[in-house]
């Protein structure tokens, strides 16, 4: 079946340093979830990518999707205390089984900011 | 709105005992599904539902059952609970035709 491989798995950075997070799929995806977890919390929606090569912004967070749609990437510039948590990934295509959205999540990469 | 609810918050039951995790939304979304969450995994998928009436099988559905029977309620039960049920389980849901999940707060399950 699908896999959604993340790395790292645990994240240390100083606060104000740089994050990323990659993501690989070992087949070719339709569309690549982002999502954002705090401790004890509940998975937030961050973003959806569809297109080859696309990248989108949101404020200090850029994410990437690969020419041939099998990674995914996700960097956060001079990071805050308040991007602490865990970010997965969610690789997206028709027929995995993974329900209406066929997704399969990675298991994420945990980001420990120290002040 | 409040969004996606679930109840209970906690639960502790013991091995070969059933019971049902609540899912309600209050947002008319067509879409809900049912995730497990385990330490150092991602979410897995254990059933989903595109519509009331209508529920089809996840990655890991063995040892669970739903139904919807209306757009708001989503009910999860365990059968015959199994310490390997162990987990947090989350609920969400989506209006068709749009991509973003809402996740409700989840429920930690102990199966001693």
């Known amino acids: 079946g699908q896999q959604v491989m993340q790395i790292p798995q645990y994240q240390h950075v100083q606060e104000g340093e740089d994050f990323t997070t990659y993501c690989n799929s070992s087949?070719?995806?339709?569309?690549i979830q982002w999502y954002k977890q705090r401790p004890g919390g509940h998975p937030v929606f961050l973003i959806q990518?569809?297109?080859?090569?696309e990248v989108k912004k949101q404020k200090r967070l850029t994410f990437q999707f690969g020419e041939a749609k099998k990674n995914s990437s996700l960097h956060i510039t001079a990071t805050q205390t308040t991007d602490v948590g865990t970010y997965f990934c969610?690789?997206?295509?028709?027929?995995?089984?993974?329900?209406?959205?066929?997704?399969?999540f990675g298991k994420g990469t945990h980001l420990i900011i120290q002040p | 709105n409040a969004g996606v609810t679930q109840t209970p918050k906690f639960q502790v039951l013991k091995t070969g005992q059933s019971m049902t995790l609540q899912c309600a939304q209050d947002?008319?979304?067509?879409?809900m599904s049912w995730y497990r969450q385990d330490p150092g995994m991602g979410l897995r998928l254990i059933h989903y539902?595109?519509?009331?009436?209508?529920?089809d099988q996840g990655e890991v559905p063995n040892g669970y059952n739903v139904s919807r029977s209306t757009t708001e309620d989503f009910p999860l039960r365990l059968l015959s609970a199994a310490p390997s049920q162990t987990s947090v389980y989350f609920c969400?849901?989506?209006?068709?035709?749009?991509?973003?999940?809402?996740f409700g707060p989840g429920t930690r399950l102990t199966v001693l």
């Open positions: 969400a849901s989506r209006r068709s035709r749009t991509v973003e999940q809402f």
């Open positions: 087949t070719t995806l339709s569309n």
């Open positions: 990518l569809v297109k080859s090569g």
């Open positions: 969610a690789g997206g295509t028709r027929y995995s089984g993974g329900g209406a959205d066929g997704l399969t």
């Open positions: 947002m008319n979304h067509e879409y």
């Open positions: 539902s595109v519509g009331a009436g209508i529920t």
